[in-house]
């Protein structure tokens, strides 16, 4: 846990390999590079109350993985959109009884590189349910030259479990696709 700390003039601020959680609360990241780096799997009501400011990456950069845990992953909104670097999954691995959940709270920006998407569930494994919940959330492109492919909803998204309320989609091929 790292609380009302300044970072300030670093390649990164903070840099979270696959295997650490960190838990950011109330700092300042101020010209720095890269001030949060980490993975999707280890984002759950872990940054919030942080303030972004002329950081060269002035965003939450987020690494390719899968969320694969049965339980509600709380993505906050923290004052800087979240930039999905790799492709994000939300699908529980080999128990059709349990569900991974991706929870996007009111005001959270996400903004994905050009090839990569977000995941709901798997599209040939019934064993691999997922489900998406978003309000208020805007999705949208990082850059300006390209549209992100979408929001994929596989087979086996947890329809029951799973919405998007309220919320902008812009510049995505599909924006969101349903099979």
């Known amino acids: ?16 390999n696959s295997g650490s959680e960190p838990v950011l609360i109330g700092n300042t990241f101020i010209e720095n590079a890269r001030p949060v780096s980490l993975y999707p799997f280890r984002i759950d009501s872990s940054l919030y109350d942080n303030t972004y400011l002329d950081n060269t990456k ?9 969320l694969d845990q049965n339980k509600v992953y709380d993505w906050l909104a923290d004052g800087a959109p979240y930039v999905i670097e790799g492709d994000v999954n939300v699908q529980r691995h080999n128990n059709p009884n349990e569900l991974s959940i991706l929870k996007i709270y009111p005001g959270t920006v996400i903004k994905f590189e050009e090839n990569d998407q977000l995941s709901i569930g798997s ?9 998406l919940q978003a309000d208020g959330v805007t999705f949208t492109r990082l850059g300006e030259d390209y549209y992100w492919p979408r929001i994929y909803f596989g087979n086996y998204a947890d329809n029951d479990e799973s919405y998007i309320d309220n919320c902008v989609i812009e510049y995505g091929h599909d924006g969101v696709d349903c099979v």
């Open 58 to 66: 002035n965003y939450i950069e987020v690494h390719l993985g899968t």
């Open 123 to 131: 599209d040939n494994n019934s064993n691999y349910r997922g489900a």
């Open 1 to 16: 846990t790292i609380t009302n700390s300044t970072f300030r003039y670093n390649d990164d601020g903070v840099e979270a």
